[in-house]
Nanobody
Framework: QVQLVESGGGLVQAGGSLRLSCAAS????????MGWFRQAPGKEREFVAT????????AYRDSVKGRFTISRDNAKNTVYLQMNSLLPEDTAVYYC????????????????WGQGTQVTVSS
């Protein structure tokens, strides 16, 4: 059983930056592809970014390309999401997720989820 705990959310002005962290425990972190998803009020959960086991493969939703960067530190069992040039439409609860083997841009294949961290971007 893998436990995931997100941190780093908060309130920031448009154009600002935040770095989210997701600490994993209870499993072999390096055996899991990791993903970040987000859910805004009244909307469905959507894919943000994913990273492979070694970090050699990364994928992003179009609206965050060039602004967000996903990375991982397998020695620290942690995955990060660096978010720059934030926009009000980035406001959401951000979740990290883990799944064995290959990364996915869909939420369904992920086996483990964190509780989420709120990101609010003011205009």
């Amino acid at each position: 059983q893998v436990q995931l705990v997100e941190s780093g959310g908060g309130l920031v002005q448009a154009g600002g930056s935040l770095r989210l962290s997701c600490a994993a425990s209870g499993g072999t972190f390096s055996s899991n592809a990791m993903g970040w998803f987000r859910q805004a009020p009244g909307k469905e959960r959507e894919f943000v970014a994913t990273i492979s086991l070694s970090g050699g493969y990364r994928a992003y939703r179009d609206s965050v390309k060039g602004r967000f960067t996903i990375s991982r530190d397998n020695a620290k069992n942690t995955v990060y999401l660096q978010m720059n040039s934030l926009l009000p439409e980035d406001t959401a609860v951000y979740y990290c997720a883990a799944r064995r083997a290959s990364p996915s841009t869909s939420a369904g294949p992920y086996d483990y989820w964190g509780q989420g961290t709120q990101v609010t971007v003011s205009s």
